[in-house]
């Protein structure tokens, strides 16, 4: 097995004025592993995510990322601008709402080419054809490639907006509730979707989510948040089905069963 | 043939805290080796905790004390409080388990739910496939269902699924909780000629048959589960 996690979290705390939104989290993801991060609304979750992202800076604590460009990088050490370029070719950000991870005002095509011209490639054919390719894959017909966002349905926006951080074969995605606010039917094509892309791309994910469902089906590893605490954490079925915190056991039996 | 899952000391309580933190013990003190070949069937009276000691084995529930050793990629791998990328690999290469229920993916065609463990050990997407349809015949889906998603399928149908999905990837170790437990007398033996070919190539297997015919035709011996308050 590989000898070196992809990501490595150790203390990290994050403060807003007095309150604390997420207190001395740490652990190792390793490659391929995809970890949910799960808990209510206020428990700091989204706030993590954040700051493993490089889209917030933590108060203390370090986040460690295994480049593939250039090894080990402390993500909130580096420069704004090859921060920005590490987001750009090897990560991707996938946000609940579509209209804030894609741009509304040009067309689906440029939406995924995008991140192929930064990453270098710069032939047109080349970028048009992938781009399609792409569209296919998340299920968009292909003869909306020249329109524009603003035309597409929510669940359209996100398989769009998937298929936008996907393109340029990142190593390591961050996904916010990628199917929240989305009807129940859209949800599962999208979650089948991703399901079958991190599995065939050996894709690195961290993914917060409120739906213990979700998380069941897309995650290997969770972790349970509770008032900017990890209270628990283990491989997704054993925190289901044999949870041992109070707040765990108290998350998987408000479930309705479907 | 020395044992290839060797458990010592197993023990487990369940803790409900909204009960005020009620403890249950149900394992005290298990031990058990298996060794390539043979077949366990555990017994002892509903819940006596047999279900319970099959999913520690399969490392879905956490085990409190004790130890799970396994025979996994030429080495011993401890499996009681292992790391989440351990088990999972253990789970991909070695430890196959088979439940009552199928827990249904949506939207993915019966024949892809079965064939994804083989794809995940790097069988070819053709390979796969026609391994895939192979147990699926055998265990009689009808070849007009390998196509649809599972959800609408009968109790039978689904449970048959998700045995044909655990016998696809030749797991050296098998974890059965009544594979038998839906299914019309047909299937039935079907099911136990399958069980009985894993075995004749060298898989150690631990199960729950409730079925006493079902248990007799595969089974090489029996383990007694006590439940903890019984025990002397």
Redesign the interface.
């Known amino acids: ?1 590989t000898a070196r996690p992809l990501l490595s979290v150790r203390d990290l705390t994050k403060r807003f004025g007095n309150r604390v939104a997420c207190r001395d989290v740490a652990f190792d993801l ?1 490659p391929g ?1 995809v970890l949910g991060i799960v808990g209510e609304s206020g428990s700091g979750k989204t706030t993590l995510l954040n700051c493993l992202a490089g889209r917030m800076t933590p108060d203390t604590g370090s986040v460690i990322y295994d480049s593939n460009a250039s090894g080990p990088v402390d993500v909130h050490g580096l420069s704004e601008a090859r921060r920005r370029l590490l987001t750009r070719t090897e990560w991707g950000f996938v946000n609940q709402d579509a209209r804030e991870g894609l741009r509304m005002g040009v067309s689906a095509g440029a939406n995924i080419g995008e991140r192929l011209m930064a990453i270098g490639e710069r032939h047109y054919g080349e970028i048009r054809r992938t781009a399609t390719d792409w569209l296919g894959r998340v299920e968009i017909d292909l003869d909306r490639l020249d329109d524009r966002p603003t035309d597409f349905s929510g669940g359209m926006r996100q398989r769009l907006q998937i298929a936008r951080n996907l393109v340029s074969n990142p190593w390591l995605v961050f996904m916010d509730e990628p199917t929240g606010g989305l009807d129940v039917s859209v949800q ?2 999208i ?2 979707l991703l ?1 079958g892309l991190v ?1 065939n791309l050996h894709l690195s994910a961290v993914l917060v989510t409120h739906d213990l469902g979700v998380a ?2 897309l995650t ?2 969770l972790m349970v948040m509770q008032g900017g605490r990890v209270v628990e954490d ?2 997704t ?2 925190v289901l ?2 949870p ?3 707040y765990t ?2 998350l998987v ?1 408000s479930i309705l069963p479907a | 043939m020395p044992p290839v899952l060797r458990v010592s000391g197993l023990t487990k309580s369940f803790v409900i805290h909204a009960q005020g933190g009620l403890a249950l013990p149900v394992l005290r003190d298990v031990a058990l080796a298996v060794s390539p070949g043979e077949c366990v069937a555990l017994v002892g009276p509903s819940g006596a905790g047999k279900s319970t000691l099959l999913r520690c084995l399969y490392g879905n529930y956490r085990a409190d004390a004790g130890s799970i050793r396994v025979r996994h990629r030429n080495d011993h791998v401890e499996l009681a409080g292992a790391e989440p990328r351990v088990t999972l690999d253990v789970r991909r290469r070695t430890l196959g388990f088979v439940s009552q229920f199928l827990r249904v993916i949506p939207r993915v065609p019966a024949v892809d739910v079965v064939a994804e463990p083989a794809l995940r050990l790097g069988a070819t997407e053709t390979e796969a496939r026609r391994r895939a349809e192979f147990l699926l015949g055998v265990l009689g889906i009808p070849p007009r269902l390998w196509l649809l998603p599972p959800a609408t399928f009968s109790g039978g149908e689904q449970q048959r699924v998700n045995i044909a999905r655990s016998l696809i990837a030749d797991y050296p170790i098998l974890l059965l909780d009544e594979p038998t437990a839906a299914l019309d007398a047909g299937n039935r033996d079907g099911v136990v000629e399958l069980i009985n070919q894993r075995r004749a190539a060298g898989a150690a297997i631990v199960g729950i048959f409730h079925d006493a015919a079902v248990r007799d035709a595969v089974a090489s011996r029996v383990l007694d589960v006590v439940p903890p308050g019984a025990q002397p």
């Open positions: 097995m390793w592993e599962a094509r979650l089948d399901r599995e069941r089906l290997h590893r283990g491989l079925d054993q089905d044999d041992q915190h109070a056991q108290m039996s």
